[in-house]
């Protein structure tokens, strides 16, 4: 068996779905589409929340017949005449990772990380879940099979709890885990992860007698329907088999991973770094694209610029790709030495970047490095502000440092100016004021003496800053986002809009209003408020 990957998070928790109780009428008859369609989702007013519900969790067929898909970005239900619907935070979920849907008494329970949400019919409600937090890698699947708990771990297959537990070798299979089970009469189906499905008889181990799309190697989940077979994937969304035909039975538009990183706008397109599935955009008539390797140089893109007209992407293996709005190029920062590159920002003349023990600048014809300069040396380098004739560059462990562009005299800013951490996080200028947003030491900002500290975020960590347009400054944390309007009163945007609480990672100040990237949404807040001038 090979490293463990895409581990169902609910299957820790207890028995999943796949189906309601047992002895339930059968679902009723009802369309079956032929082709996929494609689900658009409209901007509202104020805040607007995006997800990726590609990567499936579990799937749940109702006695009622509706069917339900769990993703990590909220739950879709299909109704009884076959129609579709996507429910979010905004529609009233508690949180969008969904662990496990099941039927309980004819009601549709969802469970969250501590929490359940239960559906009425028309609305969800939430509720304090009682269940346990799962334990890593303990279950990685769960059902009942001829009246007994079965679950599988990382190695095993074990059926029954307790004293009457039998454990059961894992196929010869090159998958890596067992993903999902479901129950098919005197056979227990396993998806191994990354290969096939397998059976059981209850002795002996054969391959399952259905064959996966040619495509699909990523199963999470797996579902009956009557006579159709439903299937969960990691990044491929859901699937159904009707006969010997596999098809999608919708397409979303919708990005396509919304853990975000970093934001950058360019040519009226948004563009997002995930955390481990490369870029997204969304384009400027509402859709989304997708970029990943091999047209990058990785999918774990991070920092991004403009400049020249052009925008580049630096990834967390050092390398920098370049687009021009029409075509990427690779790896784009040669003939320097020490070419792996820790940050990128740039202004209207030179593009700069940080390596190892220093940084370099480029006129778009030449590079100038600065590379031998000892106390650089052997230092994280995690952001860079060009600002006129200074360049400011944030280290992890020694504070900011800045430099006079002409005459190269460096100067230190830490705890002894009044910084409050020497982790430099984010820079960013608003109203002719320097800020700097920093580890464990919330926001301070520069008098021109000395840095002051913001009391409301004392000892948080700030993940990103965006200028707001108007002098304000927009500050992004694990607590969500605070706005310092340009005569310094400060305001929490959760206390006026609920659907921004929570940590958040990446900002983007846009045309279309303010992009807030979290660990499991892109958001947009939309009003008269931030809209730009």
């Given at each position: ?8 998070a609910?299957?820790a ?18 369309p079956i ?20 519900a590609?990567s ?15 993703t ?6 299909r109704d ?57 890698v ?49 056979k ?16 002996n ?21 009557g ?40 040519r ?41 007209d ?14 021009d ?28 970047i ?35 004739k ?29 910084l ?20 464990v ?17 004392a ?5 990103a ?26 305001r ?37 408020e931030?809209?730009?001038?």
């Amino acid at each position: 068996m090979r490293a463990m990957h895409g581990i169902s998070a609910f299957a820790a928790i207890g028995i999943m779905s796949g189906g309601c109780a047992k002895n339930v009428p059968a679902p009723v008859s009802m369309p079956i589409l032929s082709k996929p369609i494609t689900l658009k989702q409209t901007v509202s007013k104020p805040v607007t929340i995006f997800t990726a519900a590609n990567s499936v969790t579990c799937l749940l067929s109702a006695p009622d017949g509706t069917f339900w898909v769990g993703t990590q970005g909220g739950i879709w239900r299909r109704d009884a005449q076959g129609q579709w619907q996507k429910f979010t935070r905004q529609d009233g979920l508690p949180s969008h990772e969904t662990r496990a849907l099941h039927c309980k008494n004819g009601t549709i329970v969802a469970t969250f990380p501590r929490k359940e949400a239960i559906w009425n019919g028309a609305k969800w409600s939430g509720q304090k879940s009682d269940l346990p937090e799962p334990q890593e890698v303990k279950r990685t699947a769960a059902t009942v099979w001829q009246g007994k708990i079965c679950y599988a771990t990382p190695a095993e297959l074990v059926l029954g709890e307790g004293t009457e537990a039998r454990k059961i070798a894992l196929p010869p299979s090159p998958g890596t885990h067992v993903s999902a089970l479901l129950p098919q009469g005197d056979k227990l189906w396993a998806m191994l992860f990354g290969d096939r499905l397998w059976a059981f008889d209850g002795t002996n181990w054969t391959p399952a007698s259905i064959e996966l799309p040619p495509q699909i190697h990523d199963v999470t989940a797996l579902a009956m329907e009557g006579q159709t077979l439903w299937i969960g994937t990691r990044q491929n969304g859901v699937w159904k088999r009707d006969g010997e035909q596999w098809t999608q039975p919708f397409l979303s538009d919708e990005p396509f991973n919304h853990n975000a990183q970093f934001m950058a706008w360019f040519r009226g397109t948004l563009f997002v770094s995930t955390l481990e599935d490369g870029l997204v955009a969304r384009t400027p008539q509402g859709g989304w694209q997708h970029f990943a390797a091999p047209t990058l140089s990785s999918n774990i893109p991070r920092q991004m610029t403009v400049f020249r007209d052009k925008l580049y992407v630096r990834h967390s293996n050092g390398r920098v790709d370049r687009f021009d709005g029409v075509a990427w190029e690779r790896n784009v920062i040669t003939g320097i030495s020490r070419p792996d590159v820790s940050s990128i920002a740039a202004d209207s003349s030179h593009l700069f970047i940080t390596q190892w023990g220093g940084w370099s600048e480029s006129d778009g014809a030449n590079w100038k490095q600065n590379l031998n300069i000892p106390e650089l040396q052997a230092l994280p380098l995690t952001c860079l502000l060009p600002d006129g004739k200074t360049l400011w560059i944030g280290t992890q462990g020694r504070g900011l440092l800045e430099v006079p562009r002409l005459t190269g005299k460096r100067r230190w800013h830490d705890e002894r100016g009044g910084l409050s951490d020497d982790w430099i996080t984010c820079l960013a200028k608003a109203n002719g004021t320097l800020y700097a947003g920093t580890f464990v030491g919330g926001l301070a900002r520069y008098d021109g003496k000395r840095w002051r500290q913001t009391p409301e975020l004392a000892g948080q960590n700030v993940t990103a800053l965006a200028a707001d347009g108007k002098g304000g400054l927009l500050i992004s944390t694990r607590q969500g986002v605070w706005k310092r309007n340009r005569n310094g009163k400060m305001r929490w945007l959760a206390s006026q809009f609920p659907l921004l609480k929570g940590e958040t990672q990446a900002l983007c100040m846009t045309p279309e209003g303010l992009w807030i990237g979290t660990r499991t949404a892109l958001m947009l807040w939309k009003n008269e408020e931030n809209a730009k001038p």
